[in-house]
Antibody, heavy 123, light 110 residues
Framework: EVQLLESGGGLVQPGGSLRLSCAASGFTFSSYAMSWVRQAPGRGLEWVSA????????YYADSVKGRFTISRDNSKNTLYLQMSSLRAEDTAVYYCAKHSSSWYTSKNRFDPWGQGTLVTVSS | QSVLTQPPSVSGAPGQRVTISCTGS?????????VHWYQQLPGTAPKLLIYGNINRPSGVPDRFSGSKSDTSASLAITGLQAEDEADYYCQSYDSSLSVVFGGGTKLTVL
């Protein structure tokens, strides 16, 4: 069974940093691109970042470009999101999600999703 | 403001048919990019419901169907059941190289 388990969320002050992790199991991790998608409280879904299966290509939403860094360790079957210069508007549940191929393409779909980890940016 | 536009809410009685629209533009759905749909039950993570415009993953009832035309797509649910009450999101891809989502539609079963 494919499983994704996020961790690392919590309360952080504005301007601070946080690193999220997503532990994957049940599939060949390196064969699939992965994404982070967030959902602010009571709001809709917002794609944040994606990384190819090899880790050689990364993509970011304009809202996080220059502040967030996505990476992966295929030897540990783990996806990461390093977040810095955090703002109140970054407060959200962050989900990791598996793509349907090793590349970030226009046919991207997300299946499955992890259960999410809550990041709260507040003083 | 989401790139893809969905109605904020729809409702229907048990057994009825409802549709949820997803309107994009020439830079996303209109370019021919696939549309996918997700169901998010209260307090849970989204779940893939329809992929590639019209395809259902295994385990998804055939009461759920998708369609696409020009710059928009639709999700139809027939034989509405109480367990279908959830938020539904469409997703596609934009020429700016970004994944884009609709704002979500809350389905209420009356």
């Amino acid at each position: 069974e494919v499983q994704l388990l996020e961790s690392g969320g919590g309360l952080v002050q504005p301007g601070g940093s946080l690193r999220l992790s997503c532990a994957a199991s049940g599939f060949t991790f390196s064969s699939y691109a992965m994404s982070w998608v967030r959902q602010a409280p009571g709001r809709g879904l917002e794609w944040v970042s994606a990384i190819s299966g090899s880790g050689g290509s990364t993509y970011y939403a304009d809202s996080v470009k220059g502040r967030f860094t996505i990476s992966r360790d295929n030897s540990k079957n783990t996806l990461y999101l390093q977040m810095s210069s955090l703002r109140a508007e970054d407060t959200a549940v962050y989900y990791c999600a598996k793509h349907s191929s090793s590349w970030y393409t226009s046919k991207n779909r997300f299946d499955p999703w992890g259960q999410g980890t809550l990041v709260t940016v507040s003083s | 403001q989401s790139v893809l536009t969905q109605p904020p809410s729809v409702s229907g009685a048990p057994g009825q048919r409802v549709t949820i629209s997803c309107t994009g533009s020439s830079s996303n759905i209109g370019t021919g990019y696939d549309v996918h749909w997700y169901q998010q039950l209260p307090g849970t993570a989204p779940k893939l419901l329809i992929y590639g415009n019209i395809n259902r993953p295994s385990g998804v009832p055939d009461r759920f169907s998708g369609s696409k035309s020009d710059t928009s797509a639709s999700l139809a649910i027939t034989g509405l059941q109480a367990e279908d009450e959830a938020d539904y999101y469409c997703q596609s891809y934009d020429s700016s190289l970004s994944v884009v989502f609709g704002g979500g539609t809350k389905l209420t079963v009356l």
